[in-house]
């Protein structure tokens, strides 16, 4: 489906970019896809995928594991996406923003989010809390469970479970708040 990354990209974390690798950054594409259904977004998922593929090839300087390699791949996702959204929204001037729903953040999963709004809110959570902000970007767009989430941020899942809880509900808190 996709052509397998430059090993350079992966000096460190060397097992082959396989197919479960690539069928689970595809689905997290098309998760981010789905939840922007009507939103006037051109980029597919698989452009999604190519074009964040592209931007952590481009600053890698090799990936302890998947797990790590994983969760820098999300955070291309979130940043390509907000990108997009805020050019988008310039071109408008304000008019229109992208929403985003994402599972586990709201109270309502069906509530669509805008997610220049979510970005902001992250960015207030770093300040607050780094783990937590960090925490809530794994597990939202990068769909990483609590035992993943761990993994890659070495601690323990109840220190995942306290950060994600606090997290979440202080990004929801920020976004009611809009």
């Known amino acids: 489906m996709g052509t397998p990354a430059p090993e350079s990209c992966l000096s460190?974390?060397?097992?082959e970019i396989d197919s479960e690798i690539y069928a689970h950054l595809r689905a997290l594409a098309g998760r981010i896809h789905a939840e922007r259904v009507g939103r006037q977004d051109t980029l597919?998922?698989?452009?999604?995928?190519?074009?964040?593929?592209?931007?952590?090839?481009?600053?890698?300087k090799g990936f302890n594991d998947r797990v790590h390699f994983m969760a820098?791949?999300?955070?291309?996702?979130?940043?390509?996406?907000?990108?997009r959204a805020r050019r988008r929204n310039a071109a408008r001037r304000g008019g229109g923003a992208a929403h985003l729903t994402l599972?586990?953040?709201?109270?309502?999963?069906?509530?669509?989010?805008?997610?220049?709004?979510?970005?902001?809110?992250?960015?207030?959570?770093?300040?607050?809390?780094?783990?937590?902000?960090h925490v809530v970007m794994l597990r939202t767009f990068g769909g990483m469970t609590v035992a993943e989430v761990a993994e890659a941020l070495e601690l323990s899942p109840g220190s995942i479970k306290r950060a994600w809880r606090y997290g979440r509900a202080f990004v929801a808190t920020q976004l009611d708040g809009e």
């Not at 791949?73 to 990108?83: E, K, L, N, S």
């Not at 669509?112 to 809110?121: N, P």
Request: glycine fraction near 4%; avoid cysteine; charge should be negative.
């Open 12 to 15: 460190a974390y060397v097992p």
């Open 44 to 60: 597919q998922p698989t452009g999604l995928l190519h074009e964040a593929w592209m931007k952590v090839a481009r600053s890698a």
């Open 72 to 83: 820098v791949a999300a955070r291309a996702m979130r940043q390509i996406t907000v990108d």
């Open 103 to 133: 599972s586990g953040v709201g109270d309502d999963p069906s509530q669509h989010l805008d997610v220049i709004a979510l970005d902001e809110a992250l960015k207030l959570l770093d300040q607050v809390n780094e783990r937590a902000a």
